[in-house]
């Protein structure tokens, strides 16, 4: 019987690596939403090619086949796909970080002030009119800023990252009241008319007690009414049985994004309407 002794002991250190690999990309898999799930499905087939080509190591060892050939290409392909993924990533990064914060004083006309409750997330256009007119726009969200930019093509002028990684602009889900103070003093500094879009309510819910979360999303609510400011919610389908979901709505009024906005863009004419005819009557009395 063929044996390399050294060839096997390789072949099992680096299938016992690739194996460990997987687990770790299959957890990644599990917790990572958004973009970067693309990455954490590239982590897990290259991980599992790397396992392929040590278990050719092995067999290569035990006989007088020659695998070297498969076991070449199963390695290659692993460090290319992998490569090429980080590369890709490291690429949309860069060009976050270089694209210039276009930032210029804004006229906040923001025309309607309480909390609202989406059944649906709210796309890029609703967010990108709202920031345009208001004072500020704060997203509150699971995703990392990056990846939310890169799906929504907008930068808001705050971001916290709901999440237990310790990380600037990360808050701890079991830490609401750190949540809380961060979003009050965007409020207060951008002193009225801004908008806070919060989705993540679901993580917090996994982390806290449902009585702590709906008194932390109250009085959130009540700091954004004392601001005269708007407060969007996110509630995925599902995530809360019906007595909770009732306790919520008591409090924040279930609203179509479609809706909403045609209700910010009748207001915004009617001051339009209103501003114009004040200015004529004052034009006649001069």
């Known amino acids: ?30 917790t990572i939403q958004g973009p970067g799930k693309r990455l954490a499905k590239n982590f897990v087939i290259s991980a599992s090619l790397f396992t392929a080509g040590s278990i050719g190591v092995i067999i ?50 923001l025309p309607v002030t309480g909390a609202y409750a989406f ?46 990684i310790e990380e600037k602009n990360a808050i701890d889900p079991t830490k609401l009241h750190v949540l809380q103070d961060a979003i009050v003093k965007f409020l207060r500094e951008k002193s009225g008319k801004a908008v806070v879009y919060f989705e993540g309510v679901e993580y917090l819910i996994l982390y806290n007690d449902f009585p702590s979360v709906a008194k932390f999303l109250f009085s959130l609510k009540d700091h954004v009414i004392s601001n005269e400011s708007l407060l969007i919610l996110y ?37 339009l309407i209103e501003g114009g005819k004040h200015g004529s009557s004052q034009g006649k009395e001069n």
């Open 60 to 109: 290569d060892s035990l006989t007088k086949t020659p695998l070297w050939i498969i076991m070449a290409s199963f390695y290659t392909i692993s460090y290319l796909l992998l490569v090429s993924s980080v590369g890709f990533y490291l690429r949309a990064l860069s060009s976050q970080e270089a694209r210039p914060k276009q930032r210029h004083e804004k006229t906040p006309t």
């Open 119 to 164: 059944k649906k997330p709210a796309s890029p256009k609703t967010l990108a009119f709202l920031s345009e007119i208001s004072s500020g726009l704060l997203v509150v969200s699971r995703m990392r800023k990056e990846f939310w930019m890169e799906k929504y093509h907008l930068e808001p002028d705050e971001f916290i990252w709901v999440s237990r």
């Open 1 to 30: 019987m063929y044996l390399d002794p050294l060839g096997v002991l390789a072949g099992i250190i680096l299938t016992i690596i690739g194996i460990n690999l997987i687990k770790i990309a299959l957890n990644y898999c599990e």
């Open 235 to 271: 509630f995925p389908p599902g995530v809360l049985d019906k007595p909770q979901k009732n306790v919520l709505l008591k409090e924040f009024e279930e609203k179509n994004e479609k809706d909403l906005i045609e209700e910010i863009t009748q207001k915004m004419i009617t001051t």
